[in-house]
Nanobody, 121 residues
Framework: QVQLVESGGGLVQPGGSLRLSCVAS????????MGWYRQAPGQQRELVAFASRDETPNYRDSIKGRFTISIDNVKNTVYLQMNSLKPEDTAIYYCNADILSVGSVGSRYYWGQGIQVTVSS
């Protein structure tokens, strides 16, 4: 069994910063990619950023230059450093990872439970 647990969300003023963390744990053989999605009220879930061990991270255009994704491969942890936050960044942020678990033939995507980020004055 594999679990993803997010932390680091909360309320921040416009222009502020937050750092999200997501730890993958359980019967993990290998982690291929880790990333972040977000879903604002009344909107579809959208990709924010993802990264893998050997490839350049990918970001959605609206957060380029403000958000940075990084992975600690030893700890199976992905971080999202969010700077210059805007009210439109308000959403539930979900961790996502492509993981091969013990006893599985192939990898599959797992989701965290989500964490609220609110940008407001």
């Amino acid at each position: 069994q594999v679990q993803l647990v997010e932390s680091g969300g909360g309320l921040v003023q416009p222009g502020g910063s937050l750092r999200l963390s997501c730890v993958a744990s359980g019967s993990i053989v290998n982690v291929y990619t880790m990333g972040w999605y977000r879903q604002a009220p009344g909107q579809q879930r959208e990709l924010v950023a993802f990264a893998s061990r050997d490839e350049t991270p990918n970001y959605r255009d609206s957060i380029k230059g403000r958000f940075t994704i990084s992975i600690d491969n030893v700890k199976n942890t992905v971080y999202l450093q969010m700077n210059s936050l805007k009210p439109e960044d308000t959403a539930i942020y979900y961790c996502n990872a492509d993981i091969l678990s013990v006893g599985s033939v192939g990898s599959r995507y797992y989701w965290g439970q989500g964490i609220q980020v609110t940008v407001s004055s």
